[in-house]
């Protein structure tokens, strides 16, 4: 991935808040031509020991299941907020227009559970985004309807290894520019915009502390 120092979040924390934050990832591997990918919401769980483990399920005898099994060693993509960046916002406007964006790649060993732990993984995510008292909840899903699941879902873990991210959000450039960058995306207003402001002003707010 494209990595320049000034440009990469070195806090592991906050690293992981933006995987938990940003969990619905995309998944590659190898397949038999082509890479395979997916994308999955996960659970990011992360232990004192910096040890993360990524667990979700997806659908058996699809191209990446099928790729997952042949070869276990995935790249997992988080992505947050993303907007381009006009030069004619810079000090000098004669240099490069960009990018700033937020994104974490995790590599690691995809490994599948057995029925047991395919359930668990089903009733995790449920369990996640639905109330206990929906209609939708995981405890009000029929026994039969559950059944049929595991036959067509299986679920995963994924033991991480390495961990890059590029958190870009114009460090490189001075702090007039940077305001002056934070206040044109406000004015654009897109939601991509928005946040990248936002987050462009929490650096400014952490480094000037």
Request: charged share 20%; aromatic share 10%; proline share 2%.
């Amino acid at each position: 991935m494209y990595s320049l120092p000034y440009f990469t979040e070195k806090d592991g924390a906050k690293v992981i808040a933006f995987m938990k934050k940003n969990s619905f990832a995309i998944i590659t591997g190898m397949g038999e031509e082509y890479p395979a990918a997916t994308q999955i919401p996960l659970e990011v769980v992360a232990d004192n020991n910096g040890k993360i483990i990524l667990s979700g399920h997806l659908m058996k005898n699809t191209d990446h299941h099928r790729a997952f099994v042949k070869n276990g060693n995935v790249l997992v993509i988080f992505n947050g907020p993303h907007c381009y960046v006009s030069a004619s916002w810079y000090n000098n406007p004669q240099s490069a227009s960009t990018w700033n964006y937020m994104t974490v790649h995790a590599k690691g060993t995809i490994s599948f559970s057995d029925d047991i732990g395919t359930y668990e993984a089903i009733k995790a995510i449920t369990n996640k985004y639905e109330d206990a008292q929906s209609a939708a909840a995981f405890n009000n899903m029929s026994q039969a309807y559950i059944g049929k699941m595991l036959k067509a879902i299986v679920g995963f873990t994924i033991e991480v290894k390495t961990v890059e991210n590029i958190f870009k959000l114009s460090q490189n450039k001075t702090s007039e520019e940077q305001l002056n960058i934070i206040d044109k995306l406000k004015k654009r207003g897109d939601e991509n915009s928005i946040l990248i402001a936002a987050e462009m002003k929490k650096l400014i707010s952490t480094t000037q502390a």
